[in-house]
């Protein structure tokens, strides 16, 4: 099958590759850009494991095909912090013990991110509703949430300095 060459930006980066027509942007980044960051839970739109921003907004990239990719700006879990220096969502998840098995952290930060660039200072409740398509069968949301909280009061600190 004929292969379409699609341009995008990819966490600040410009990039390149060759799709199948009906191949997700989710394989495209794990198995073609190496970006293996981002998880593929169920593949049908209901785990958000896979959960990137285009453009800004908050997608599952298993609903989402690699040529719609063509011109747009792409951020994984990748883009947010380093191995050097975390974002404050990922020391906050460290730090309130927000994972276990981990497939589903990657993609909570991604929303967490959305969340907090769209609501600085969201409730409890705010952030469970915003949160709530990101499944996690692992700890029981409380410490993700505690964690959340966290992350938006210290970015607000420093937004404040
Ligand atoms: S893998 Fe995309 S929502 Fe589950
Ligand atoms: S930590 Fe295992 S699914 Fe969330």
């Known amino acids: 099958m004929t292969k379409t060459h699609v341009s995008t930006t990819v966490n600040g980066d410009p990039s390149e590759f060759l799709c199948e027509p009906g191949e997700t942007l989710l394989d495209v980044l794990r198995n073609q850009l190496q970006l293996t960051g981002t998880k593929e839970g169920c593949g049908s ?24 990719a063509e011109g747009v700006k792409i951020e994984t879990v990748e883009g947010i912090g380093s191995k050097d220096k975390l974002h404050v969502i990922q020391e906050k998840f460290l730090e309130h013990a927000a994972l276990q098995c981990g497939i589903c952290t990657p993609g909570l930060i991604v929303s967490t991110k959305a969340l907090l660039e769209e609501n600085p200072d969201p409730t409890e409740e705010e952030a469970r509703y915003y949160l709530a398509g990101n499944l996690c069968r692992c700890t029981g949301y409380d410490t993700i949430i505690r964690a959340v909280l966290d992350a938006a009061d210290t970015m607000k600190k420093e937004a404040d300095k």
């Open 45 to 68: 739109g209901d785990c958000g494991a896979c959960s990137v921003t285009i453009n800004g907004r908050l997608v599952c990239s298993c609903l989402v095909l690699g040529v719609e």
